[in-house]
């Protein structure tokens, strides 16, 4: 049994911020910005899933994930299902999910071409608790003036479509090929609370759930890790303190304490179920 806090990446972002999230340094003046900090599990080791936060000042590039069989296809371990909970957003903010009718590959290839799938994309707006879960092939983009957790399949494979003219490489063949170019449905969410526990997502790639305050039994399968990811609070497991902003990494049989205003997110991989 054990509990691991997570070391911490920044990532410069020409989408990213100056003023991040508390508990997070801003960029020093003069650096260029932020977009995400990833939390990165300890030695040479690739775990089944990431958890990154997020922070726009500007739209994220028109993109899209394989799933497992394309991404292992092109070399890699496995596809990209991912899920966001919004922590902030600005009043005007939105995020791309789907198209709004369905698109073959020719007219997908040419409206990225020309730049019209910026406003194919429908665009949601979005506010701070709101929840959704991406699946690979899903055609996205998050906008500006958002700070997220994310909650992914652990590959860094991103096909982009369309930037808005940013000098950034696109992956234009690559990405309409894995496309699903269609209006996006949101898988219903699965509603169980039990014992301060909530299911949020329980897709085959990952399942997160959202625990209030209180003490937490955890028992993982041998071989299998579990991610803590605190979004208020404070608290411990197996001794090993934490607070918002942090994540840990959780293997064995472990207990969670909690203080009583506490929100925390529970992730592990889909093919290994509590």
Same mark, same amino acid.
């Given at each position: 049994m054990t509990a691991t806090l997570l070391a911490t990446k920044r990532v410069e972002k020409p989408w990213g911020r100056q003023h991040l999230w508390p508990g997070f340094a801003d960029p020093a003046p003069g650096a260029e910005p932020v977009g995400e900090i990833w939390f990165e599990a300890p030695g040479d080791t690739a775990p089944d899933l990431l958890v990154k936060y997020l922070f726009t000042s500007e739209k994220l590039s028109v993109q899209v994930h394989p799933d497992d069989a394309a991404a292992q296809a092109a070399g890699y371990p496995r596809g990209k299902d991912e899920a966001w909970l919004v922590l902030a957003a600005e009043?005007?903010?939105?995020?791309?999910? %789907?198209?709004?009718? *369905?698109?073959?590959?020719?007219? !997908?290839?040419? =409206?990225? !071409?020309? %730049? *019209? /799938?910026?406003? !194919?994309?429908?665009?949601?707006?979005?506010?701070? &608790?709101?929840?959704?879960? *991406?699946?690979?092939?899903?055609?996205?983009? /998050? %906008?500006? &003036?958002? =700070?997220?957790?994310?909650? $992914? $399949?652990?590959?860094?494979? =991103?096909?982009? !479509?369309?930037d808005y003219g940013r000098p950034r490489e696109l992956h234009l063949e690559a990405g309409v090929a894995v496309s699903n170019a269609v209006p996006f449905v949101a898988q219903a969410a699965p509603g169980r609370v039990a014992n301060g526990r909530a299911i949020l997502a329980e897709g085959p790639k990952f399942v997160l759930e959202r625990w209030s305050g209180g003490d937490h039994e955890v028992t993982l399968p041998a071989g299998a890790a579990g991610w803590l990811v605190p979004v208020v609070g404070q608290g411990s497991a197996d001794g090993v303190g934490w607070l918002a902003g942090d994540c840990l990494m959780l293997s064995g049989q472990v207990t969670v304490t909690m203080a009583a205003e506490s929100d925390v997110l529970f992730a592990y991989a889909g093919d290994k179920r509590l």
């Open positions: 009043p005007e903010s939105t995020i791309a999910l %789907g198209t709004l009718a *369905s698109m073959d590959h020719a007219a !997908l290839r040419a =409206t990225a !071409l020309d %730049g *019209s /799938i910026e406003h !194919l994309l429908d665009w949601k707006p979005v506010k701070a &608790g709101d929840f959704f879960y *991406s699946p690979a092939r899903t055609i996205h983009a /998050i %906008g500006a &003036g958002i =700070t997220l957790i994310e909650v $992914q $399949q652990n590959v860094d494979l =991103t096909y982009r !479509l369309y």
